[in-house]
């Protein structure tokens, strides 16, 4: 049985966008302070970004095994259950001091941290067509101010009580919102009658048949792959070339945090049909956001800054624009259409984020660079050859 749309409020909204916001900023709160844990576990300057890597494919695994789910069972039981997984995984974060374990661990921490995507698929249920892009919009604008948010708090609270304490609040957290999740989130069953092999196999069948779907999770996955390379090599250049403390990279990544804004502006966008030339816009200075690396090096900072804001501006632009797309696609098939869409680009963001120390130690910021304006590029070439087909005009 399923919930009428009307049933979904300005609050309840407000309410996913908190949820969704934070329990994706698991994925996150180790990315910036890998520097402080690796030592700590006993992993290897090489090997520290394995535990942002590591968390993302576990989110990627979690996507494809357990969102589909929503599909099948009741979704406030299925959310609960996970975020009651991700309080184990982070506990377990903090008081863990075996690499290999640690290691372990946040790949769990990903792989419970899926709740959301069982969340933005309900409520685009429970949303009326005309406004169901403004509606994942403002909750996706939480989720990414969860994302955003997640790295100056991480820094902050490591350099002020150690990165373990970050783990222990944010499993106290997770205890408040499964509370929350509880009490507040409408049922909903499903009507879908498959056995959950039935249903995983007929993700290879969507894929298929949704050229529309292969498209959007090829441009985001480029996108996220450029967007979690910049994230979690900035640190690095950030202490190692200009001294700055844990406490000033906090403050760093809390301007990216304005790129959260990009969230509800794409979902009007979408609601007014303007998918294509929102997301040409976004590939393109994408592919250019990383150009003020080249600025004078007095204001290199500056610059670096710059990057992050656009970049986060133009990935959430256009992960806005691929869901909205998706999501009309086969109203039955929401969740597993939002699993494989979200598997592909943590895939990518997994990928970009297991370079990016190697690139950092090789080739300095400037392969970064290189490497980062890479991905949106062959997006946006991806994008113009997708363009002169008629089916795909609007991808």
């Not at 966008?17 to 992993?43: K, R, S, T």
């Not at 999740?181 to 969507?206: E, I, N």
């Not at 990279?249 to 790129?259: D, H, K, P, S």
């Not at 804004?261 to 040409?280: E, M, Q, V, Y």
Request: aromatic letters at 8%.
């Amino acid at each position: 049985m399923s919930a009428h749309p009307a049933t979904l409020t300005r609050g309840m909204v407000l309410l996913f966008a908190f949820c969704c916001g934070a329990i994706v900023a698991n994925i996150y709160y180790a990315q910036p302070i890998i520097e402080l844990i690796a030592p700590d576990v006993g992993l290897s300057s090489t090997m520290a970004s394995l535990i942002v890597s590591l968390t993302q494919i576990g989110y990627a695994l979690g996507l494809f095994f357990l969102v589909p789910l929503g599909d099948l069972l009741e979704n406030r039981r299925l959310m609960i259950l996970t975020t009651v997984v991700a309080i184990a995984s982070l506990l377990a974060a903090a008081f863990t001091d075996q690499p290999n374990v640690f290691l372990l661990v946040s790949l769990l921490v990903g792989f419970s941290s899926v709740s959301v995507q069982v969340l933005i698929p309900l409520a685009a249920h429970l949303a009326p067509e005309e406004s169901r892009g403004r509606v994942v919009g403002g909750i996706m604008g939480g989720l990414l101010l969860g994302i955003l948010l997640a790295r100056p708090i991480s820094s902050l609270v490591a350099d002020h009580f150690g990165w373990r304490a970050m783990f222990m609040i944010a499993a106290a957290l997770m205890a408040a919102i499964s509370i929350v999740l509880a009490l507040t989130v409408p049922k909903r069953q499903p009507d879908h009658s498959a056995s959950y092999g039935q249903l995983l196999g007929s993700l290879g069948t969507l894929l298929r048949q949704q050229p529309l779907l292969r498209q959007r999770a090829f441009y985001q996955a480029c996108l996220f792959a450029t967007f979690s390379l910049f994230w979690t090599a900035v640190p690095l250049e950030l202490s190692r070339n200009h001294g700055l403390s844990q406490t000033e990279i906090a403050l760093f990544a809390l301007v990216g945090a304005i790129g959260a804004i990009a969230a509800p502006i794409a979902g009007r966008l979408a609601d007014a049909g303007h998918t294509r030339n929102a997301s040409l816009l976004a590939m393109l200075f994408a592919s250019l956001s990383f150009l003020p690396a080249f600025i004078h090096p007095l204001y290199s900072v500056i610059g670096l800054a710059v990057t992050g804001v656009v970049l986060d501006f133009c990935v959430q632009m256009n992960m806005v624009l691929g869901q909205r797309t998706i999501y009309a696609l086969d109203a039955k098939s929401r969740s597993r259409l939002n699993a494989l869409y979200m598997t592909s680009i943590f895939v990518g963001g997994a990928f970009g984020s297991s370079i990016a120390s190697a690139v950092y130690e090789h080739g300095g910021w400037l392969w970064v660079v290189i490497v980062g304006s890479a991905f949106p590029l062959l997006a946006l070439l991806r994008f113009l050859s997708a363009a002169q087909k008629p089916t795909l005009a609007t991808a």
